[in-house]
């Protein structure tokens, strides 16, 4: 196992699963991640500060957060971040940062 790319994150879902089936079979999943940090600034008040990560899933991993992660779900996961671009319907190229996702641990209750 290596770690040069490797990212590990707790947060909570922000949004429904969203699953694309593809016709050999795979499926592919994905969801937003808030991450949240909290720090008291210069002036003693206390500062939330939340991140935003899109996460991506196939196979095994994408069934599980199809099944088992609602919105709002708390989970960890362990994966990768990946880069890419696309064409926009306007014909703009725009770019994206994802974590691909290899294992999720299903947390909080419920």
């Given at each position: 196992m290596s770690?040069?790319?490797?990212?590990?994150?707790?947060?909570?879902?922000?949004?429904?699963?969203?699953?694309?089936n593809f016709e050999s079979?795979?499926?592919?999943?994905?969801?937003?991640?808030?991450?949240?940090?909290h720090y008291t600034n210069a002036k003693g008040e206390k500062v939330e500060e939340t991140q935003w990560h899109n996460l991506i899933a196939f196979g095994k991993a994408a069934e599980i957060l199809q099944k088992y992660v609602p919105k709002g779900k708390e989970i960890a996961i362990e994966g990768k971040l990946t880069y890419r671009s696309y064409d926009d319907k306007d014909s703009v190229k725009r770019y994206i940062t994802e974590i691909r996702v290899d294992e999720i641990l299903l947390l909080g209750g419920k």
């Open positions: 770690l040069r790319n490797k990212v590990t994150l707790i947060g909570y879902t922000g949004k429904e699963v969203e699953t694309v079979g795979n499926v592919k999943a994905s969801v937003s991640l808030a991450t949240s940090d």
